[in-house]
Nanobody, 124 residues
Framework: QVQLVESGGGLVQTGGSLRLSCAAS????????MGWFRQAPGKERDFVAA????????RYAVSVTGRFTISRDNAKNTVYLQMDSLKPEDTAVYYC?????????????????WGQGTQVTVSS
């Protein structure tokens, strides 16, 4: 089991940027796939981005492709989500998650460990 703690959320204006971080502890971080998901009020939790254990492979939701970048630093047991050109529709609680299913997955049910979430609000 991996313990995950997100940080970096906040309030930003349309077009602005934020970088989310997710610190992991527990089992070997470098052997798990990491992902970011988000849930807006009244909506289901959606996939945002995922990165393989090595960092060589990434996947993005269509809605964030070209604006968001996922990365990881295995030496620091941390995964990041750089969010640029933010839009009001990006407003949500963002969760990081870890999966032992590899080399890369995007389905929420494949992720067994979840953080508590961090709020991102984009004002228009």
């Amino acid at each position: 089991q991996v313990q995950l703690v997100e940080s970096g959320g906040g309030l930003v204006q349309t077009g602005g940027s934020l970088r989310l971080s997710c610190a992991a502890s527990g089992r070997t971080f470098s052997s798990v796939v990491m992902g970011w998901f988000r849930q807006a009020p009244g909506k289901e939790r959606d996939f945002v981005a995922a990165i393989s254990w090595s960092g060589n492979s990434t996947r993005y939701a269509v809605s964030v492709t070209g604006r968001f970048t996922i990365s990881r630093d295995n030496a620091k047991n941390t995964v990041y989500l750089q969010m640029d050109s933010l839009k009001p529709e990006d407003t949500a609680v963002y969760y990081c998650a870890a999966s032992s299913v590899g080399p890369i997955v995007t389905t929420g049910s494949a992720f067994g460990s979840w953080g508590q979430g961090t709020q991102v609000t984009v004002s228009s």
